[in-house]
Structures are given as structure tokens and as C-alpha cells.
């Protein structure tokens, strides 16, 4: 149970979060067209005028938990390890999708009213400001090193491992294994770089 | 208008194609937990007794309008194009996906209550029955041909082109054109066969 003295004393970061986490509920439980400061204040326990303090509208509290919360692939520094990143870049995108910000997201994309609403912001915003698909980080910094040419990276080819992933949890509603990752690796997305391992 | 008179007459296939669109419609706007055989037959214009003759429950009504409207990709016959089947296989898939049972299909899968509800029919009585995913019945069509290993047809592979189309139509809500087709079936689904047009 919080508790309402602790829960006033909350400042800087530790209200931020709270607030951030109050609309990626909020927004599961209502839709974009219907976020409100009073919606998302109630389920923070702070007040409407707290908000208005650092955000002019609930859409924009709404794009800045969702650009705080979106993770943001590394490749692996001085490692050479394509195959292995681009399983950990899936994994880390699976995490992100069961997160309370990739349960917000995929409510706004598959919600044609909020998709009206918010969607061009949501791809400027926060995933082209974040770097894009999870494994566009990877797949650019080996084709960098020579591992494949760069010419191979068609918005298809960095779409491929996100758009499977997302097609299983859609489909069957349970995250992949790691097999699973590797499998999406060496069977689509390894060929499609001209890097088919059962060549 | 619709008109009473014309409307009491309806019989066999042309009340039951009235009745499924009318589910179709129905669960897009309440979601299978809320599907009634009242709000069905409310849509059709169909009493609720009619309903009941030929369906035990609205879930039934809704996969039997599922199963009817599901388009089965079949390769043109004694024709060699893997690639040009393909392409129509996707292009089959993104007309249905925007038909009314695609509609159907995408608010029951991407809502957590109604997937609970009604997935596991969905897959086994709707998708299996009716041959898989849209372009599974073109590659294992040439791959009995010998074009390419039949063992490359993981459940991966046959996967990559709707995994696609499907982002595709999440992210942009506009639906691909032949050439991004195309590219899906170039850079995508022929290397992961082995068959690279780049190679």
C-alpha cells in the first residue's frame, strides 16, 4: 500500500517516473483519444497542476515516458559477433515489447483511433530519435566494418527480425525462446545479408 | 436504404452472408467478450431465433463467418513463377487483411481479452483448416517441384513475408504496393530459400 506522506515528499526523477508509468497504464486502459492530465494524475496520486508544470497536454507526457523507456541497442563494442548481437538486439526488443512502454505501443499501433491521433509523433519522436528498429544499430555497425555490403540494409532487410518477432507474439501471444531468436538470425535474417550460414 | 419487405425474404446463402458480415462488423466494434447473439442479429436485421437454428453461440457465428471469408492462395497451376506466386500470395493477404474479416481478425488478435477468448479456435478451425499462412501453400508447392530443399521451409520461412505485410500495415496503415512486394519477395523470402536474386 503507498503511502501518502512518502508519496508527497516524491521529487526530480522519482515523480517523473511515477508520472511516466502512471500514462503507459493509463494509455493501455483508455486509448490515446481519451488520455487526460486528471486520468493520469489520479493513477500517479499527484496533482493535475503538477503536470501542467513541465507538460503542456497529456500527449506529450505520454511521448516522453515513451522516449525514456525505449531501449537503445548497442553492438557489443570491439566484439565480432553479428549473429550473437542481433539475438541479444531481438531479445532486448522482446523485453521492451512485455514492458509496460511496448504494451503502450502496441496498444497506440493497433488502435486505428489513437493511431490517427499520435502515430507520426510516435515515430519521429521516439523511435527514429532512438535509433530506430532493435537490430538497425547492429546490422549498420557490422556493415560498417565490411561483414556484408551496405547495400544489402533495405528498410525490408532491417525490418525482417522485428517483423517476426512481432509476428509471434501477436500470433501466439508468449515470448520466443532464445532458439527462437536464433533461429528468426540464421534462417532470415543471416540470408537476407548474403550471409547464409547453410550455404 | 434497405428495405423491410425485401429484407424479411432473405433466405440460405444470402441471410447467412448478411449474418456474417454483420459478425464481422460486430466484434470489430465490441470485442468477442461482448458479442451477443441480440447484437448480431440486431446488425442483420435477423431475429435472434434465426440465429440460434443454425449456431449454438455468437463465437460460433463468428468463426463460421471467419472460416467463409478466408481467402485460400492457391499457385497458378502448371505455371513456374515462385517469384510472380509470391507476390500474389502477399497481395492476396494485404486485400483480405483490409477486407472486413481482416479487420475481424486483427482487433481479435491484438486484443489481450478477446485472444483468450477465441484464439486457439481461431488458428485451428480458421487458419489450419484453411491452409496456413498465404504464402505456405506456394512454397511448398515448389518445393515439391524440387526448386529448392523442402527442409528449408521452416516454420520461420514460411513466416517472413506476412511477418512483413503485417508490420508494414501496423506501422504505416497503408498497404504495400506491388513493388514493396516485391522487395519483400527479392530481399527477403528468395534468400532465406536459398534462391538469393542478388547472389
Same mark, same amino acid.
Given at each position: 500500500?503507498?503511502?501518502?506522506?512518502?508519496?508527497?515528499?516524491?521529487?526530480?526523477?522519482?515523480?517523473?517516473?511515477?508520472?511516466?508509468?502512471?500514462?503507459?497504464?493509463?494509455?493501455?486502459?483508455?486509448?490515446?483519444?481519451?488520455?487526460?492530465?486528471?486520468?493520469?494524475?489520479?493513477?500517479?496520486?499527484?496533482?493535475?497542476?503538477?503536470?501542467?508544470?513541465?507538460?503542456?497536454?497529456?500527449?506529450?507526457?505520454?511521448?516522453?515516458?515513451?522516449?525514456?523507456?525505449?531501449?537503445?541497442?548497442?553492438?557489443?563494442?570491439?566484439?565480432?559477433?553479428?549473429?550473437?548481437?542481433?539475438?541479444?538486439?531481438?531479445?532486448?526488443?522482446?523485453?521492451?515489447?512485455?514492458?509496460?512502454?511496448?504494451?503502450?505501443?502496441?496498444?497506440?499501433?493497433?488502435?486505428?483511433?489513437? @493511431?490517427?491521433? /499520435?502515430? #507520426? %509523433? +510516435?515515430?519521429?519522436?521516439?523511435?527514429? !530519435?532512438? *535509433?530506430?528498429?532493435? &537490430?538497425?544499430?547492429?546490422?549498420?555497425?557490422?556493415?560498417?566494418?565490411?561483414?556484408?555490403?551496405?547495400?544489402?540494409?533495405?528498410?525490408? @532487410?532491417?525490418? /525482417?527480425? #522485428? %517483423? +517476426?518477432?512481432?509476428?509471434?507474439?501477436? !500470433?501466439? *501471444?508468449?515470448?520466443? &525462446?532464445?532458439?527462437?531468436?536464433?533461429?528468426?538470425?540464421?534462417?532470415?535474417?543471416?540470408?537476407?545479408?548474403?550471409?547464409?550460414?547453410?550455404?
Amino acid at each position: 500500500m503507498a503511502d501518502h506522506t512518502s508519496r508527497t515528499r516524491r521529487r526530480g526523477e522519482e515523480l517523473i517516473k511515477a508520472i511516466h508509468d502512471a500514462v503507459l497504464e493509463e494509455v493501455v486502459a483508455v486509448g490515446v483519444g481519451r488520455l487526460t492530465m486528471d486520468g493520469i494524475g489520479r493513477r500517479a496520486a499527484t496533482p493535475r497542476t503538477t503536470l501542467y508544470r513541465r507538460w503542456s497536454d497529456p500527449t506529450e507526457v505520454l511521448l516522453d515516458a515513451l522516449y525514456h523507456q525505449h531501449p537503445v541497442e548497442e553492438p557489443t563494442p570491439s566484439a565480432d559477433d553479428l549473429r550473437g548481437d542481433l539475438i541479444r538486439a531481438l531479445r532486448l526488443m522482446v523485453d521492451w515489447a512485455l514492458s509496460p512502454a511496448g504494451r503502450a505501443v502496441a496498444a497506440i499501433l493497433t488502435d486505428p483511433k489513437s @493511431v490517427a491521433l /499520435i502515430s #507520426e %509523433a +510516435l515515430f519521429d519522436r521516439v523511435f527514429a !530519435d532512438r *535509433g530506430g528498429t532493435f &537490430t538497425a544499430t547492429v546490422l549498420h555497425h557490422y556493415a560498417a566494418q565490411g561483414h556484408f555490403p551496405t547495400d544489402r540494409l533495405t528498410p525490408v @532487410v532491417t525490418d /525482417i527480425g #522485428e %517483423a +517476426l518477432v512481432t509476428k509471434r507474439l501477436i !500470433d501466439t *501471444g508468449t515470448p520466443p &525462446t532464445d532458439e527462437d531468436l536464433a533461429a528468426i538470425v540464421d534462417q532470415a535474417i543471416l540470408p537476407a545479408l548474403g550471409l547464409d550460414p547453410r550455404a
